[in-house]
């Protein structure tokens, strides 16, 4: 036998998820004359071409890698010689991972960054593209309107759309809340300290930035007051609010 074997092979592509059933051989067709079951030799490179020893580990990594083919049958006659490209085909969409409702405080909510608010892994270690929408009661909004709505205590939406470098898809939704963290505060028509020839009402006033004042004491000399005209003398005013 005088004559070398034939290969008929062409570049391959193989799903990211039927990788590790995956076999070169399967897509490799060698005839011989003579000998029936010829050697097939494979040698995997990489986009550089430095040999490498497990290609499906490193198309876990990478999206493509080389191969050199060729045939020998046991009269030791070698084939041509094929260099083909093996291509993983991702088809796995990036996994995101976030909570449900996110709280955010009020002082903080003017620098987050609501990007922060998720993680995003893929097995493709390109970065992938993150964009959101703004909701508020179901209306897309814009940032402004969105911290506006959210510190007059309403829930809002945010809606994330995250593709990889093949353009798979996912999308996750998480509420948003802001935290009060700030203490009511109190304005009065009294100043400590001051002597007023009369004072027909002690007016007051409690403002909160966002939950809402619940709960007000006022206290004239350790006695409710209920707005009465204030008599003669020294006096001590106590006032506290919570929200």
């Not at 909701?135 to 940032?143: A, G, H, R």
């Not at 309107?145 to 759309?161: D, T, V």
């Not at 995250?162 to 009511?184: A, E, F, M, Q, R």
């Not at 505060?185 to 100043?191: K, L, R, T």
């Amino acid at each position: 036998d005088t004559t070398s074997p034939t290969i008929d092979i062409s570049d391959i592509n193989v799903i990211d998820k039927e990788i590790e059933e995956f076999e070169v051989m399967d897509y490799i067709d060698i005839i011989d004359e003579l000998d029936l079951k010829p050697n097939v030799i494979l040698t995997y490179y990489d986009s550089n071409m430095n040999i490498i020893e497990d290609y499906k580990n490193y198309l876990t990594i990478n999206n493509c890698c080389y191969i050199e083919v060729y045939g020998i049958d046991k009269f030791n006659n070698i084939s041509e010689k094929y260099t083909i490209k093996l291509s993983l085909i991702d088809t796995t969409s990036p996994i995101i991972t976030y909570s449900d409702e996110v709280f955010i405080d009020d002082v903080s909510l003017e620098d987050t960054n609501y990007l922060d608010l998720i993680s995003v892994s893929d097995n493709d270690n390109r970065n992938c593209n993150i964009s959101y929408d703004l909701f508020i009661d179901d209306n897309l909004v814009d940032v402004e309107k969105f911290k506006e709505q959210l510190l007059s205590g309403k829930k809002g939406y945010i809606k994330y759309y995250v593709y990889d470098y093949s353009l798979n898809y996912s999308t996750v939704g998480i509420i948003i809340s802001v935290k009060d963290t700030c203490s009511p505060e109190i304005s009065v028509n009294v100043d400590d300290g001051e002597i007023y020839k009369e004072l027909n009402e002690i007016k007051y006033e409690v403002k909160d930035n966002l939950s809402g004042v619940f709960e007000v004491v006022v206290l004239l000399d350790g006695q409710e007051y209920l707005g009465e005209i204030v008599s003669e003398g020294t006096h001590n005013l106590y006032i506290t609010a919570k929200d």
